[in-house]
């Protein structure tokens, strides 16, 4: 793949050429599909490290929470807890920022450059484009964040001296799974809104709106007088509960790690909604004219 | 437009903006809203909104006391001047611990509870989000965990030092309204009394004072601070007396909190000069606090046992 100036061109012959060449059957039709996907996200994830979003996002991040554990009071060395509660409020600010941006923008851009037409040209169906967008968005995410978290569990340990790992763990996974969710509600929107500006702003209130709200909608659906208790109490099932997912508290005040079990469900709710999500872009998207 | 014609419009609004700020920046100077009479950027920056910011961090530190369990707006929340955190810190007012947290409500709510503090601790306490450890629970037969478990969490309550974690949001609300005594004194509190901070509670303190002179709460914890930490009889004396002095001048004992510092200063002046020696001015505090106490019948007892012991005195 190369890429010129704002533009996505992809090299068939170096990236996808390849791809179910020798192989026949169910087998080769799912060799070849997973390929496509992953040869897709490759391209993603190459985009997102050749640009500079993640780098200028880590590096404030960085700065900001240096600076901010630098400050003195009281001459107490070792107070720690705010310094890690800013550092992951940037770093939830900073993630959401690359996930949404970075998703809403790929399928509109191939559109937009017309490179589409070439990639649907190929032995690659509409439904592995949305997987392998989606599947790169996630990816080069996911790494994002464990860079990101890297820095905070050694932020944390030269304060402290603690090395929590199960709990940063267990919080780096649920927020990439949370933001998996983002993600393919995000490339869902690039489907739906007319412009990537349009989807970014939406998807951000959406999911503010749930991380500040998500808890709470229940509690203000039963002081309200019916239909209007059943309307909202029935939003409250259906959306999905992306604030589970904020454990920063918990990592920040030194909580015990959440049950394996519990964790592990949490994770099977984000696959699910992150599921439902992509399969409405692949069903939208077959249907959707490309020109 | 004609192009002759642009040069002139340029200099003539060129000329009536000059004129403008001629007239409005000697108004703007005078006027009182402006925020230029401040040399305080955060003061400059916000404005009166400051106060909100402190009052939010004021109360983020007594999330910070509770581990992060802390109600959201949606539940019975304590009321800001009355938090958990000051507890004996001296400010004279009510506080309470948070609300027991009910049964969930549905599923995601019980499931959601894994997911952030939902275990009554304070700063100390060891955590861990299984309710067996909340508060109200009473250890019985059925339970999974042993005894033992909760012995080793108090036994880690002494020594984590813990508590230093609220400073920040205190040194953040002082900061953002320096006028607001309970940041200074609930700091101070933690300060001198779990963190082995004397210098920097007395420093603290001083700091509240030169922003609010004479207030009697401020002066009261200063008092507290010569009597406890450096065992300056004297200079408690005088600087509880100046406090009690202040009060009178300043407020009444109609508002449940200014009564509770009152009587505070006064049994701890009381005490003083018992523990002095001088009986019939521990008395003629005691009577002082007979007027507005409603425990009347105690305090009289205690004032007969000191006038019979001031009685050979004299």
Known sequence: MSATTGKTIIDFRHDIAPIGSGLSGHASAVSSAFNNISAIGGVVVKELLRRKDFYVLFVLTAIITVVMGSVNFFNETKIVRYVKELCLLLIWVSSLVIAVTTAARQIPFERENRTLFPLLAKPVTRAQVVLGKFWGCWLAVGLALAVFYVFFLVLGATRDGEWPIAQTFQALTLHWFMLGVVIAMTVLGSLVFAAPSSNNTITFVFVLGILLMGRHLNKVALRLDEPSQTLLYSIYYVVPHLELYDVRDLLVHGWSSIPWLVWLGALAYAVVYAGLFLLGACVLFKRKSVN | ?314
């Open chain 2, 1 to 314: 437009m004609p192009r002759g014609r642009a040069p002139f419009i340029g200099g003539l609004l060129l000329a009536l903006g000059l004129g403008l700020v001629t007239w409005l920046e000697p108004w703007y100077q005078s006027w009182s809203g402006s925020r230029t009479g401040s040399a305080n950027l955060l003061s400059v920056a916000l404005g009166d909104s400051r106060r909100l910011f402190a009052k939010h961090f004021y109360v983020k530190a007594d999330a910070y006391f509770h581990s992060g369990y802390y109600p959201s707006i949606f539940d019975q929340r304590p009321d800001e001047d009355k938090l958990h955190m000051a507890a004996n810190a001296g400010s004279g007012n009510h506080q309470e611990d948070l609300p027991a947290r009910g049964q969930p409500n549905d599923w995601i709510d019980r499931f959601g509870r894994y997911f952030h503090p939902s275990v009554h601790t304070h700063l100390g306490d060891a955590k861990c989000n299984d309710p067996h450890h909340a508060h109200e629970h009473v250890h019985g037969p059925d339970c999974k965990h042993d005894d033992n478990d909760h012995d080793a969490h108090d036994g880690a309550k002494a020594e984590t030092r813990e508590q230093r974690e609220l400073l920040p949001w205190l040194k953040l609300a002082a900061t953002l309204d320096p006028d607001r005594p309970e940041t200074y004194i609930t700091a101070a509190y933690w300060l001198r009394s779990h963190l082995d901070k004397v210098a920097e509670a007395e420093q603290f303190i001083r700091e509240g004072l030169q922003h609010i002179p004479g207030e009697p709460e401020l002066l009261f914890e200063l008092g507290r601070i010569y009597r406890e930490n450096h065992k300056d009889i004297n200079r408690s004396r005088r600087i509880w007396q100046a406090s009690l002095s202040q009060f009178r001048k300043t407020r009444t004992t109609e508002e449940t909190e200014d009564l509770l510092l009152y009587a505070q200063m006064l049994i701890n002046l009381a005490k003083l000069e018992e523990e002095a020696g001088d009986y019939a001015k521990a008395a003629d505090y005691l009577k002082d606090l007979l007027v507005v106490s409603p425990n009347k019948a105690a305090l009289q007892k205690s004032i007969d046992a000191l006038t019979a012991k001031a009685a050979p005195q004299k």
